[in-house]
């Protein structure tokens, strides 16, 4: 792993102009832009081995059923990018399009940090990898076998947002920024709830498959869904409802102008529509790789980057920035409705989830009826407060709603009970 990426590290150093064409095109028209993207990408490429390594640790720690480790590391990181942002005033001189660099530095700061803290973690479990001169081994081997397809499926999501890229830097300036804001805050349900089921899911599956406990695998996806619907569900129906509120509450301050937010919150929605797939894919990809079919997760992919770039291509003209989000979406909803159909077919899907799920989704539809009115009928309020306090008026109140219905429906997962009453 190390000697691979440091190859890819230097190779990227000296060719970066060349990457940063292929992948911002549209770079080429503003020469300050390129350039400072050149610039930053050749200070942060070094992230790449040092995040590879993190990430490899992260996994020998899941193995060991210490999941507190990779959900701190991406904390770390987090910090050092405030830090790095936050420091960007305090330079005397004036960066100019390098504003960037203090972030770019926090960036190295934080691959260190978490190398050091996972370093740290497996070392008390006493399960910190030596390191050695690879060779290859029977078990090496069939890993390599499962680690190529399933890497390359993997990668679906990354692809798709590379594509978002190169097309949007052709478009007017401005629209790289609006489809980053938005996926950022789009990213948060899916990274706290899909995400972490996922991860948590994967061992617990690749027991009950090498056990063939048929029951206790169905069981555990149905209870995955249940509670990633529980959160998701409201969690998608408030993105696309107060998108613009969002958007404005959280960035519009200095150079984020109003016109900004209405762009951004466009692409929120768009982004909004396909989560749920995002998180159905999230939840049931450990479902194969459980299974060994990493194969299949790969295939599903390779259709999804085809079902995007077609998208983007034929949306783009018509709605701008907006189209690749929606073409984002779109892939995303089919990937996972085709892994449900295959799970459904092997018998490792049941509906246990369905009648839960309707209970869920009548809770949403109260809480969207409640916020649809405020938003339309309350802006009278808004003049009085600042964008954010209005925000997070409309965050709790919409959530104590939905918390509310929840309980009058009883769409509240059980096992979510189990630990309130704990």
């Not at 064409?21 to 990408?41: H, Q």
């Not at 001189?93 to 926090?106: C, H, K, R, Y």
């Not at 018509?318 to 189209?323: E, K, Y």
């Amino acid at each position: 792993l190390i000697l691979a990426l440091f190859g890819i590290v230097i190779l990227a150093e000296i060719f970066m102009p060349q990457i940063l064409m292929v992948l911002a095109p549209g770079f080429v028209a503003t020469p300050d832009r390129l350039a400072a993207a050149i610039d930053l990408g050749r200070v942060t490429m070094p992230y790449l081995p040092m995040i590879s390594v993190v990430a490899l640790w992260i996994a020998i720690a899941n193995a060991h059923d210490r999941f507190m480790a990779g959900a701190a590391a991406p904390i770390v990181a987090n910090l050092c990018f405030i830090a790095g942002a936050i420091s960007i005033p305090l330079f005397a001189v004036d960066l100019g399009v390098f504003q960037a660099l203090p972030i770019a530095i926090g960036l190295l700061l934080a691959g260190l940090l978490q190398l050091a803290f996972l370093f740290f973690v497996l070392r008390r479990l006493s399960a910190l990898p030596k390191l050695q001169w690879p060779h290859i081994s029977s078990a090496g081997r069939a890993m390599w076998r499962n680690f190529i397809p399933s890497a390359l499926g993997a990668c679906g999501m990354q692809l798709n947002l590379l594509v978002d890229l190169i097309l949007a830097s052709l478009l007017p300036v401005g629209a790289i920024s609006w489809l980053y804001y938005a996926d950022r805050v789009a990213q948060l349900p899916l990274g706290i709830v899909g995400i972490a089921i996922g991860t948590a899911l994967l061992p617990r599956l690749s027991t009950a498959e090498a056990e063939k406990q048929r029951a206790c695998f169905i069981k555990a996806l149905d209870e995955a869904i249940i509670f990633a619907g529980f959160f998701v569900v409201p969690a998608i129906i408030s993105l696309i409802i107060l998108a613009g509120p969002i958007i404005e509450g959280l960035f519009v301050y200095g150079a984020f102008t109003t016109d900004d937010s209405v762009m951004a919150a466009m692409a929120l929605s768009a982004y909004a529509v396909g989560l749920p797939g995002f998180v159905l894919v999230k939840i049931l990809q450990p479902a194969f790789y459980a299974a060994g079919q990493p194969g299949t997760v790969l295939k599903i992919s390779i259709m999804t980057i085809v079902i995007n770039i077609t998208g983007s291509l034929i949306l783009m003209p018509l709605f701008g920035h907006v189209g690749l989000a929606l073409a984002t979406s779109l892939s995303g909803l089919i990937a996972g409705a085709v892994m449900a159909v295959l799970l459904s077919r092997r018998r490792r899907l049941g509906g246990g989830c369905i009648v839960m799920m309707g209970r869920i989704f009548l809770a949403t539809m109260i809480m969207a009826i409640v916020l649809f009115v405020l938003v339309n009928f309350g802006s009278g309020l808004r003049h009085f407060m600042p964008a954010a306090l209005w925000l997070a008026g409309q965050v709790i109140f919409g959530g104590s709603v939905f918390l509310a219905a929840a309980v009058f429906f009883k769409a509240i997962p059980a096992g979510l009970v189990r630990r309130w009453r704990h």
